[in-house]
Antibody, heavy 125, light 105 residues
Framework: QVQLQESGPGLVKTAQTLSLTCTVS??????????FSWVRQPAGKGLEWIGR???????NYSPSLKSRVTISVDTSKNQISLKLTSVTASDTAVYYC?????????????????WGQGTVVTVSS | SYEVTQTLSVSVARGQTARMTCGGN??????VHWYQQKSGQAPMLVIY???NRPSGIPERFSGSNSENTATLTISRVQAEDESDYYC?????????FGGGTKLTV
């Protein structure tokens, strides 16, 4: 059973870079046809998609965050990483990673079928 | 960029039917997925590609999608269904989530 686990600093200083890791267990990242997305949620607010990466390294990013986001994959460690630069208080949120199927290759089309439990990140000076 | 608009809140009594909508320009031509998020938990897929239920999701959950509105319907609502619900669509090169609907039972 595949599981995702986010990890990283819970507190980041304003203007610095937020770095998070999503570790995949119970299966190899490169063993299937999947994207892995990052999604965030400020307290009391809705979900915001940040971006995604295919296991080959192809990425897509939210237009509103594209200039500050980098998502990468390390298949040897079974991990996906998120870097968000020049953070402000508005980047304070719970950050989730999620697995996304690829069309007909996936049991549930291109939906997000597995989510991590999320990690809280606070940006403060 | 593409925008989707969800009903802000829905309130129903146990045993009744809850309907919540996700509106967007020609959303009927797009795949719509729905997620349930209980307080303090990660979202969970409840409907994929308009109307399909993942394994383990009760038959009470159903979906439809036509023209400019996608709808999530929960029949015979239970107390455990009280959650936030989000719709999701793909637009060109990025995912868009609706603002979420709060279901109160």
């Amino acid at each position: 059973q595949v599981q995702l686990q986010e990890s990283g600093p819970g507190l980041v200083k304003t203007a610095q870079t937020l770095s998070l890791t999503c570790t995949v267990s119970g299966g190899s990242i490169s063993g299937g046809v999947f994207y892995f997305s990052w999604v965030r949620q400020p307290a009391g607010k809705g979900l915001e998609w940040i971006g995604r990466i295919y296991t080959s390294g192809i990425t897509n990013y939210s237009p509103s965050l594209k200039s500050r986001v980098t998502i990468s994959v390390d298949t040897s460690k079974n991990q996906i990483s998120l870097k968000l630069t020049s953070v402000t208080a508005s980047d304070t949120a719970v950050y989730y990673c999620a697995r996304e199927g690829v069309g007909a290759y996936s049991r549930y089309e291109d939906s997000f079928d597995i989510w991590g439990q999320g990690t809280v990140v606070t940006v403060s000076s | 960029s593409y925008e989707v608009t969800q009903t802000l809140s829905v309130s129903v009594a146990r045993g009744q039917t809850a309907r919540m909508t996700c509106g967007g320009n020609n959303i009927g031509s797009k795949n719509v997925h729905w997620y349930q998020q209980k307080s303090g938990q990660a979202p969970m897929l409840v409907i994929y590609k308009h109307k399909n239920r993942p394994s383990g999701i009760p038959e009470r959950f159903s979906g439809s999608n036509s023209e400019n509105t996608a709808t999530l319907t929960i029949s015979r609502v239970q107390a455990e269904d009280e959650s936030d619900y989000y719709c999701q669509v793909w637009d060109s090169n990025f995912w868009v989530f609706g603002g979420g609907t709060k279901l109160t039972v």
